[in-house]
């Protein structure tokens, strides 16, 4: 009988080699490296950069970083509530600081002073990695300080000048709308994927 000359399939290997991707198929896309998780938001932000002012944060530092101090400012506030329920027998109604002054208040407090420089470092860092300068995270000082102290000093001299303080007012609340409208949609760009002037980008090669 005749042998069979027609070609065989190769045998299949499992020790084969794999073949080996590119890991960037497409020239001129960079690499996304991968998100930063909660916990790992919480202690860059508290722990490796918590008076940090320089250098980039992309989003996943900075939304898991805002997201873990509601969190804890829903906490702290039902407790303050509870608190002061506890405590409505021996508060003076007539005393507003007797309620600033209880436990829960004091606590906030304390809390939130010790969160102010993560919290403004984060949004400075947040800035930068979107080529922005990070004195935007302060510009409210310059907006509302010198219109605050207008209205001020209206109410000081008397209830005449009544148009113009509301004036001022509507005036102080128009800024602070724009400015946190401003804000948002900064805070919730994407990264520069190239260098810029404040750092390598953190989430693209």
Same mark, same amino acid.
């Given at each position: 009988?005749?042998?069979?000359?027609?070609?065989? !399939?190769?045998? =299949?290997?499992?020790?084969?080699?794999?073949?080996?991707?590119?890991?960037?198929?497409?020239?001129?896309?960079?690499?996304?490296? !991968?998100?930063?998780?909660?916990?790992?938001?919480? &202690?860059?932000?508290?722990?490796? &950069?918590?008076?940090?002012? &320089?250098? *980039?944060? *992309? *989003?996943?530092?900075?939304?898991?970083? +805002?997201?873990?101090? =509601?969190?804890?400012?829903? %906490?702290?506030?039902?407790?303050? /509530?509870?608190?002061? %329920?506890?405590?409505?027998?021996?508060?003076?109604?007539?005393?507003?600081?007797?309620?600033?002054?209880?436990?829960?208040?004091?606590?906030?407090?304390?809390?939130?002073?010790?969160?102010? #420089?993560?919290?403004l470092g984060v949004t400075v860092r947040r800035l930068h990695d979107t080529? *922005?300068?990070?004195?935007?995270?302060?510009?409210?000082? %310059? #907006?509302? +300080?010198?219109?605050?102290?207008?209205?001020?000093?209206?109410?000081k001299n008397g209830g005449d000048n009544f148009m113009s303080i509301m %004036?001022? =007012?509507?005036?102080?609340?128009?800024?602070?709308?724009?400015?946190?409208?401003? /804000?948002?949609?900064?805070?919730?760009?994407?990264?520069?994927?190239? !260098?810029?002037?404040?750092? !390598?980008?953190p989430k693209y090669n």
């Amino acid at each position: 009988m005749e042998q069979n000359t027609y070609p065989q !399939p190769p045998e =299949f290997n499992q020790q084969a080699q794999q073949p080996q991707y590119p890991q960037q198929p497409y020239p001129g896309v960079p690499l996304v490296k !991968p998100q930063m998780g909660f916990v790992e938001a919480i &202690k860059t932000v508290l722990i490796k &950069k918590y008076c940090c002012f &320089k250098g *980039r944060a *992309r *989003r996943s530092e900075y939304w898991n970083w +805002v997201l873990a101090y =509601f969190l804890l400012s829903f %906490v702290l506030s039902m407790l303050n /509530m509870f608190i002061m %329920v506890s405590r409505m027998e021996v508060m003076d109604p007539g005393d507003p600081l007797s309620f600033y002054m209880s436990p829960g208040y004091i606590l906030l407090a304390l809390v939130g002073l010790a969160l102010f #420089l993560p919290n403004l470092g984060v949004t400075v860092r947040r800035l930068h990695d979107t080529n *922005r300068s990070g004195w935007w995270a302060v510009a409210p000082i %310059v #907006l509302y +300080v010198p219109l605050y102290i207008a209205m001020l000093a209206m109410i000081k001299n008397g209830g005449d000048n009544f148009m113009s303080i509301m %004036v001022i =007012f509507g005036l102080l609340s128009l800024v602070a709308l724009a400015y946190c409208i401003i /804000m948002l949609v900064w805070l919730c760009q994407d990264s520069d994927p190239q !260098p810029n002037k404040y750092g !390598p980008s953190p989430k693209y090669n």
